[in-house]
């Protein structure tokens, strides 16, 4: 099983973009589809981008298709979320999570989180 350890979240202005990393310990890393999700206070957390284990398929929330760019490098062990023209409501507590074997947007299936990253876009 890995552990996962989210980095590069932030202040942004609206507009602004951020990338946030998520590195995995453990040697089955490429084993694990990897997501992103986010979470404001009061609400469920959000699915934002899936990739599979193989990095060549990807999956993303409508609302940040075009916007957001979900990669990864099995070699480092680290998931990428590239965020691009950031709104002010999507300030967030970003996580990464991994689940064993093929890509799903359902929360529940993730077993594995990050502790979160938080990202902040001014107005």
């Known amino acids: 099983q890995v552990q996962l350890a989210e980095s590069g979240g932030g202040l942004v202005q609206a507009g602004g973009s951020l990338r946030l990393s998520c590195a995995a310990s453990g040697r089955t890393f490429s084993s694990y589809s990897m997501g992103w999700f986010r979470q404001t206070p009061g609400n469920e957390r959000e699915f934002v981008a899936v990739i599979g284990q193989g990095g060549y398929t990807t999956y993303y929330a409508d609302s940040v298709k075009g916007r957001f760019t979900i990669s990864r490098d099995n070699a480092k062990s680290t998931a990428y979320l590239q965020m691009n023209s950031l709104k002010p409501e999507e300030t967030a507590v970003y996580y990464c999570?991994?689940?064993?074997?093929?890509?799903?947007?359902?929360?529940?299936?993730?077993?594995?989180w990050g502790p979160g990253t938080q990202g902040t876009v001014s107005p």
């Open positions: 999570a991994a689940k064993f074997g093929g890509m799903t947007v359902v929360v529940t299936a993730y077993n594995t």
